[in-house]
């Protein structure tokens, strides 16, 4: 039993550390909070059960779904953060709450609000191992998951955009006055970002559904993982994410799976009292 609790756990952990890795690059380039990352996630699923249903092959469904997501994340900068550019942090954390309800709406509009299913991208076929059973799906996740985060450090230590993003979460001063574009910054981190979460998005749909509203609570646990791993850290976002899951798979199992939900919430309370700076430590000192 034990085993099959944590393979679980570590399936949604990853989901949820893909959303808040979503949240640490964000952050790390604007120091706001994106409160639209979860609406990411649901347009990465219903944009695939769209493309699936109009005929296209699983994995360009797939390729479509995640690159409109990230072309909705550059229209979000592009259109709502950036002409606040120069407002507090509150303002533009407060236009990324009104974007999140914008899209949860259009997205009902443009598909519907029933529960929709992705194809397995490997079939349904259960997995026996070491007594508890698994989805090909679950590897997926647990596979795409590592994957994605060993390209984004080789994306950040190996190309000047990635160098150019990390100049500027340390020193956004300095970073300019070496000619680094912080509005072209931004832009690559919220396209990046939207990305993530649309991956996270499709990954997750065929084991637990998509529907116009599911953003909202992957969002909420993606941000508890940012906030438990220590904001705007990558390593941090990971180890937070993989935590919560296990958190919400053990509770579940051995306490009640009505209060899956709720540890996310405990989680964000605990750790903003008893452990402020995350897993990862503090990384930033206060912009003045």
């Known amino acids: 039993m034990i085993l099959q609790i944590v393979l679980s756990g570590l399936t949604a952990g990853a989901i949820y ?27 990465g699923g219903m944009a695939a059960v769209a493309f699936v249903d109009a005929g296209l092959p699983l994995p360009l469904a797939v390729i479509f ?24 942090v509150v303002t533009l954390i407060i236009i990324t709450i009104g974007a999140s309800i914008f899209l949860r709406g259009l997205a009902s509009l443009v598909w519907d609000k ?14 026996s191992l070491g007594g508890a059973t698994l989805l090909p799906q679950t590897l997926w996740v647990l596979g795409t998951t590592v994957v994605t985060v060993a390209a984004l450090w080789g994306f950040f230590n190996r190309t ?3 160098k150019a993003i990390l100049a500027v979460s340390h020193n956004r001063l300095a970073a300019q006055l070496m000619g680094i574009s912080v509005r072209r910054v931004l ?22 559904f998509t529907a116009w509203d599911i953003g909202v609570m992957l969002g909420l ?68």
Do not use: C, W
Not at 19 to 36: E, K, P, R, T, W
Not at 72 to 84: T, Y
């Open 17 to 43: 550390a893909l959303v808040a890795l979503g949240f640490a690059i964000i952050y790390n380039a604007s120091h706001v909070i994106n409160f639209a990352q979860g609406e990411f996630v649901m347009i």
């Open 65 to 88: 779904a995640v690159t409109g997501a990230a072309l909705v994340g550059l229209l979000l900068e592009k259109l709502a953060v950036e002409p606040a550019r120069g407002a507090p």
């Open 114 to 127: 029933k529960i929709h299913s992705l194809p397995a991208f490997s079939g349904d076929a259960p997995i």
């Open 160 to 162: 000047l955009t990635g």
């Open 187 to 208: 832009l690559v981190s919220f396209g990046l970002s939207a990305a993530l979460g649309a991956l996270a998005g499709v990954l997750i749909a065929p084991i637990s």
């Open 221 to 288: 646990k993606g941000f508890a993982a940012a906030i438990l791993g220590g904001l705007g850290s990558g390593p941090g976002a990971i180890a937070g994410g993989l935590a919560l899951g296990l958190v919400e798979a053990l509770g579940a199992g051995y306490l009640s799976s009505a209060y899956k939900d709720v540890f996310a919430f405990v989680i964000i309370l605990a750790a903003l009292v008893f452990l402020p700076d995350g897993l990862a430590g503090r990384r930033f000192a206060e912009r003045v």
